[in-house]
């Protein structure tokens, strides 16, 4: 979860010294352990550490091999004997003797990488299996060479102002550039007012930083910038064992590696709820580490409601923990109101959030953060194990499959298939939170014109894939568009300004490919396959719990108390004008319905952060 900048001149100007080490003490609260900098002619890299890894013990960045090929990065690589072993396959380098394989098997990841790219050039990212984002200058070649993970959980940013390509995983710090402005980019704005997060992978808030999209390289070279994609999520040939127990071990395996690749920390949380997915993260990186002959130092964390609404996870989490025997804390979020805090320095984000309860993440992670660096989550499982119409799963079936498959659904769940999840779902299903989208009436009309917000509006209730998964089309769909980046992207450093790296064992290559590859009956309805490898090893209880989202809303409990009906009497920042109508927002005190709630909420959400972004006053109720 290092920060990491770089600075270009094209024209060969030297880059200031002192300003990278601005822009990389900008990035102290996400590197807490090291800061450094490197600067020759017209580069300057710069890096704030923070150790996550076992290997990362005596690492030091801006890291070069030979002085000549520099590289800084943010990464944790996974698989990592088997990239050695193709490494050392390779003719054009030295091939290692045994002392250098032991050592690099101890090797720091950013030295895998630099070593990768030595192998293969501007294809080792096909070789690179992990949650990454690096900058190579590579001198010889006069290229500079940037990448980021297949999925995006590294954030990767960049803007280009003249001669001066600056890049960087950290908003703040490429904005603390002299040459970049604070421009709103009117697209994402209007995104964020119509869905809560902005469609465009390529783009952030600001006109002149762009974002690099999830499996994405950056070259210049020659005086030109090019981006490219390396992967996309695949569609392949659906898999046909003959025995259903083979389906069920090669996942329990396939998660092993996933949780062990992501086990390499000395101080591990776990956020467990009383569900599934987090529940089965949990089960099996314990069992790993007991295997692995250590008692696991590993701490669970829960968010619960004890008064403001029916809540039971507190119940469903304590028989997940007691039965793993692991400690577990659990956060009560009863007495945070509506947008709380959110004048505290701690809870500024670099571009708009749309989360009224930004306190309660942000709290019960900087608790964790006191006595643990990684967390595991167990998003976005929802998104992977999410079936479309039954249509759609037995389309692309041999009729003799869809029989069997319908069978062992029937025997093993006692139901027949869902006959319908309808697309409107999909984002509902994303953490049981996101929801239904309501075009507002309260949108600039001038802005709403120029930026075609109705067609935008169509275009997010109606995306248009660019493959049509032939069985899992609402997973697959979910998977590449931006609300899950989005949602990973929040969790990040820098930008929750909290020293506590996520990972996702559900985002792991290996496993998502063999998810998409199942037959989604009976696998992937109501999670059957996970449920199946669940048995013996979490409560009964818990295992067959079924998926429920809350029971109510925690917006709609709170706008019913008056304390929160300030929220109808706000008075925007001038900022704010030329996008939102404030007198046509409808009061939403006593409103019940989650939807619209949520949709009116967002007017005061982009106003939040305009006063803290845009140095703007700092009155709020009229």
Not at 51 to 56: M, P
Not at 376 to 394: K, S, V
Not at 569 to 584: C, G, I, K, Q, S
Request: contains cysteine; glycine residues 6%.
């Amino acid at each position: 979860m290092s920060g990491i900048v770089a600075i270009l001149h094209a024209d060969g100007a030297p880059v200031d010294r002192q300003l990278v080490d601005r822009m990389t003490a900008a990035m102290t609260f996400r590197g807490p352990d090291a800061q450094d900098v490197w600067v020759e002619g017209a580069v300057g890299l710069g890096h704030a550490l923070f150790r996550t890894t076992r290997e990362s013990t005596d690492e030091r960045q801006p890291f070069s091999l030979d002085g000549r090929v520099w590289i800084v990065a943010d990464a944790r690589v996974d698989d990592r004997e088997a990239l050695i072993d193709r490494i050392d396959r390779i003719d054009r380098i030295e091939v290692l003797d045994a002392s250098d394989r032991a050592r690099l098997i101890r090797a720091p990841d950013v030295e895998l990488i630099l070593r990768a790219y030595a192998a293969w050039g501007e294809r080792c990212v096909e070789h690179l299996l992990g949650d990454f984002a690096f900058v190579v200058w590579d001198a010889p070649r006069r290229r500079l060479f940037a990448a980021r993970d297949h999925f995006g959980v590294k954030p990767l940013f960049y803007a280009r102002r003249g001669d001066c390509l600056l890049l960087g995983n950290t908003l703040d710090s490429l904005r603390c550039h002299p040459l970049v402005g604070d421009t709103l980019n009117e697209q994402a704005i209007g995104d964020f007012l119509l869905f809560g997060y902005n469609l465009d992978l390529a783009t952030t808030v600001f006109q002149e930083i762009q974002r690099l999209p999830p499996a994405h390289t950056l070259t210049w070279s020659d005086r030109s910038l090019r981006t490219s994609r390396y992967w996309r999520l695949p569609v392949e040939e659906p898999l046909r064992y003959a025995r259903p127990d083979d389906y069920v071990e090669q996942f329990g395996e396939l998660l092993r590696v996933s949780i062990r690749d992501r086990l390499r920390t000395d101080s591990l949380a776990v956020s467990m709820s009383g569900g599934l997915d987090s529940t089965a993260i949990a089960a099996t990186a314990v069992h790993q580490l007991r295997n692995g002959g250590s008692e696991p130092s590993v701490r669970a964390q829960c968010v619960v409601y004890d008064r403001l609404i029916p809540d039971d996870e507190r119940h469903y989490a304590r028989l997940a923990a007691e039965a793993l025997g692991v400690p577990l804390e659990y956060f009560v979020a009863d007495e945070y109101r509506l947008f709380e805090g959110w004048d505290r320095p701690g809870l500024k984000r670099p571009e708009p959030v749309n989360d009224p309860f930004l306190a309660v993440s942000a709290d019960r992670f900087a608790r964790l953060s006191a006595s643990s660096r990684v967390m595991l989550y167990g998003e976005p499982a929802d998104n992977l194990f999410w079936p479309a119409t039954a249509a759609d799963m037995l389309s692309g079936m041999p009729p003799g499959d869809v029989i069997r498959a319908v069978w062992r659904c029937w025997r093993t769940q006692k139901r027949r298939p869902p006959l319908g999840l309808g697309i409107q779902r999909r984002l509902k299903a994303w953490l049981g939170r996101m929801p239904a989208m309501v075009y507002p009436p309260w949108l600039n009309p001038e802005f709403e014109a120029r930026a075609a917000l109705r067609d935008r509006f169509e275009l997010g209730v109606r995306p248009r894939p660019e493959v049509a998964h032939p069985m899992h089309p609402i997973a697959h769909r979910s998977l590449t568009e931006s609300a899950v980046s989005t949602f990973i992207e929040g969790l990040d450093p820098g930008f929750t300004q909290i020293p506590l790296e996520f990972r996702y064992p559900f985002l792991d290559v290996r496993l998502v490919r063999f998810v998409l590859a199942l037959p989604p009956i009976p696998w992937c309805v109501d999670k059957h396959l996970m449920r199946t490898l669940m048995v013996g090893v979490l409560p009964e209880e818990v295992r067959r719990r079924p998926k429920t989202p809350l029971s109510a809303s925690p917006y709609c409990a709170l706008l019913r108390d008056p304390r929160e009906h300030w929220v109808d009497r706000f008075r925007p920042v001038p900022e704010l004008t030329p996008f939102v109508e404030r007198r046509a927002i409808p009061k939403v005190a006593h409103e019940v319905n989650v939807d619209v709630a949520w949709s009116n909420l967002l007017p005061l959400t982009l106003d939040h952060w305009m006063r803290t972004n845009l140095q703007t006053g700092n009155a709020h109720e009229g």
